[in-house]
């Protein structure tokens, strides 16, 4: 009788573990990229930052773009990055970059206020191996800050 029970044990630990163990494999991959996303995320806000301080310290129009050195895919997943901003008044919020694959991975990193987004040029871009630039320009009617594909002219 000990024998069927060790049995029929050992044959269920055979079946349960590895549900468990794939379970687990996959909450580490969805946190690191996660995190991968979150970095992505924080270092367009922070470029789109940049250029706007830089946009805002003048009285001049100006147009400022900068090249964005992203990863062309993160954990073998293609992603987007997007200029979330408010529907009213079209100022800039946050930066979201979110997995195509996975509707529910992305990260978000806020924007300093005062930027609005620039829907002509650009607010949403998907990953690759082009050149992404992120650009600020001001004008009479404001600054507006966007991010596409194209060429650079800050480094």
């Known amino acids: ?5 060790c049995t029929s044990a050992l044959i269920i630990l055979i079946l349960v573990m590895p549900l468990f163990y794939f379970y687990t494999i996959d909450n580490i991959n969805v946190e690191m990229m996660e995190r991968e996303l979150k970095e992505v995320a924080d270092y367009v806000s922070n470029s789109l930052g940049n250029l706007y301080v830089l946009a805002n310290s003048t009285n001049c129009d100006v147009q400022l773009n900068k090249t964005l050195d992203l990863p062309s895919s993160i954990r073998d997943s293609t992603y987007y990055v997007e200029i979330m901003y408010n529907q009213t008044d079209g100022s800039a919020k946050y930066v979201q970059a979110r997995s195509k694959d996975s509707s529910g991975i992305w990260a978000d990193s806020w924007i ?3 930027p609005k987004a620039d829907k002509e040029k650009g607010y949403v ?4 191996e082009k050149t ?3 650009g600020c320009s001001r004008n009479s009617t404001g ?5 596409g594909r194209g060429q650079s002219t800050l480094s």
């Open 1 to 5: 009788m000990s024998h069927l029970i």
């Open 125 to 128: 871009i998907e990953s690759g």
């Open 143 to 147: 600054i507006y800050v966007w991010i």
């Open 132 to 134: 992404v630039v992120a």
């Open 112 to 114: 300093l206020p005062g």
